[in-house]
């Protein structure tokens, strides 16, 4: 998973936590820090911004919940047509933008309560 460098706006060095879903602490120098790709949307609706130069949205991964038919573990890990994987955990994964229509296309849906329901 990418890792994003955002800016809190604050100028604060220090320890951040970022609100729920995602409570991710996040190490600030001067307001600045590296977020999880998956921690980005909470940090944005906290108000802060993507730094220049990085690579969102391309590497935004969304919270996609497993079909109710089919061959799909609760708990294991799928594998998109690249070859790279992903964890499912309790019937929910992270799904690279890249595959996102793949995912859909396959039955998974927009897990609830992670910003991603219009998807």
Not at 10 to 19: K, Q
Not at 27 to 33: C, W
Not at 76 to 92: H, N, R
């Amino acid at each position: 998973m990418a890792a994003i460098q955002m800016n809190a706006g604050n100028g604060v060095t220090g320890n951040v936590t970022l609100p729920a879903p995602s409570t991710a602490t996040v190490a600030l120098v001067n307001g600045v820090g590296t977020v999880q790709a998956v921690d980005v949307p909470t940090a944005i609706q906290a108000g802060w911004q993507v730094c220049a130069g990085q690579p969102w949205p391309a590497s935004k991964v969304f919270h996609m919940t497993i079909p109710s038919v089919g061959a799909w573990p609760s708990s294991g890990s799928v594998t998109f047509p690249d070859g790279s994987t992903a964890t499912i955990t309790g019937g929910v994964a992270l799904i690279p933008i890249a595959w996102l229509n793949w995912a859909r296309g396959l039955g998974w849906s927009a897990t609830p309560g992670f910003g991603n329901e219009g998807i």
